[in-house]
């Protein structure tokens, strides 16, 4: 009963994360990755009914939107490329480095929500230091990985990764000396879920694409590290101690990361993606004129639910609130369904969906959005504690490669030049061709 209860809850999660990460994709970028991963981190509360734990649900939410945004950073494009190859060592090297890139959105998303999760006032968090140590790290890896080594992952895109290989290496250092070995656990089970889902929806991706299914197959590889990523962090939270927290928060505690989470991050994607010129490009595809009140309707009215979403929250959560604040799953629960319910109106509005059928994929969001909301309330709090057992990780990284390899072998034998294809090695460098 106690497996079944907590697959149960890790399928919610892995739904939740997994089309918010679908509809990231619309976006792009750290606010479009911040907004899924604050959309992960309300429904991996929910499924876990921790009463403590909802009264720090903006701050805990911000923690967990900052770290899968974070990842934002990393260029993928080319990377993605090198799976669709014809040589082993080009496609298996491609799987390997979304892998790399999967799991730093996974583990710096995992870890800061975990973090944010064990933050109390008897085990204070010091955010400031942390703050300063992600940085520092990022910077000194970058230098030396990139600018001293010159390994570089996906030349000549950015190679970003490598700052977040930083940050994630200077989070574990804080998490091992502070023990905060129960948020060490979500990074690392967050990171092999992103990781692994990146991977396999890369692979996923190509067959699609050879079906010749008119579908949009990238969106199932971006479906597919949200879902995994959303499995592994559900299952890393599920399966930690976690200290008691105090039921109630300072009210002066929440005004900051409420506005950060529900003004601020879909503020920006707004601002980002609702530019006329973009609409004009993305609604010409169904014959709407560039000059089309349709577009300045579809501006004004996301804005406008940004603004209703922000001054909802505002009153319900903290300006009819005395202080200190509590808060129930209801709320809770309303606040997660409101918030994922927004971005994918975002979606269905950018992509022209709510006019017109030619991405399906879109409806899904929506049937998901249902499924979720239907069944998630119906999960029960199942918390089975395990050891860290880093020996029995790296057997099962081991496996994993070998997963991979196999993985491989299937896409070079599956098709022959595709296009979008790209090589890493066996062909000279652009640094080299440039010489």
Not at 16 to 23: D, R, V
Not at 384 to 391: G, Y
Request: proline share 4%.
């Amino acid at each position: 009963m106690k497996n079944k209860s907590l697959s149960f809850a890790m399928l919610m999660v892995g739904l939740s994360l997994g089309t918010a990460w679908a509809i990231r994709g619309q976006f792009g970028h750290e606010y479009g990755a911040a907004w899924a991963g604050a959309i992960g981190s309300l429904s991996v509360l929910l499924v876990a009914k921790r009463t403590d734990w909802y009264a720090k649900v903006f701050a805990v939410t911000l923690a967990g939107a900052i770290g899968w945004g974070l990842g934002g950073l990393a260029s993928y494009g080319i990377v993605v490329g090198y799976g669709r190859d014809t040589e082993f060592i080009n496609v298996f090297y491609g799987l390997t480095m979304l892998f790399v890139i999967g799991g730093l959105y996974g583990f710096l998303g995992g870890g800061l929500f975990g973090l944010a999760l064990t933050d109390s006032a008897n085990k204070p968090v010091t955010w400031s230091q942390v703050i300063v140590e992600m940085v520092v790290g990022a910077v000194v890896f970058y230098f030396f990985i990139i600018e001293e080594f010159d390994w570089r992952m996906t030349p000549p895109r950015s190679e970003t990764w490598a700052a977040c290989f930083g940050g994630a290496v200077a989070l574990t250092w804080y998490l091992v000396r502070q023990r905060s070995y129960s948020a060490l656990r979500v990074a690392v089970f967050a990171g092999l879920g992103g990781g692994f889902g990146f991977a396999f929806g890369n692979f996923l991706q190509v067959l699609g694409h050879l079906t010749e299914i008119k579908f949009n197959f990238w969106n199932v590889m971006e479906y597919s590290l949200g879902f995994f990523g959303g499995l592994g962090m559900a299952y890393g939270t599920l399966t930690s101690e976690w200290e008691p927290n105090e039921p109630t928060q300072p009210k002066i505690q929440v005004w900051f990361p409420l506005l950060m989470v529900m003004l601020v991050i879909p503020y920006v994607v707004w601002q980002q993606s609702f530019d006329l010129e973009r609409l004009q490009g993305i609604f010409s595809k169904i014959e709407v004129a560039p000059e089309s009140p349709i577009l300045w309707g579809v501006q004004l009215v996301s804005i406008g639910m940004v603004l209703s979403m922000t001054v909802w929250c505002w009153f319900h959560f903290y300006q009819n609130r005395s202080s200190p604040v509590s808060y129930s799953q209801n709320d809770v629960f309303a606040l997660f369904l409101g918030h994922w319910g927004l971005y994918i109106l975002f979606s269905l509005l950018i992509t022209g969906a709510f006019m017109s059928g030619y991405r399906i994929e879109q409806y899904l969001y929506i049937a998901n959005w249902l499924v979720v909301a239907f069944l998630i309330g119906k999960t029960q709090s199942i918390f089975t504690p395990k050891p860290l057992a880093p020996k029995k990780w790296a057997i099962n990284f081991g496996g994993l490669l070998a997963f991979f390899a196999l993985l491989t072998f299937l896409l070079i034998h599956s098709h022959g030049e595709l296009k979008g294809s790209q090589k890493r090695f066996g062909v000279p460098s652009p640094t080299e061709s440039s010489q």
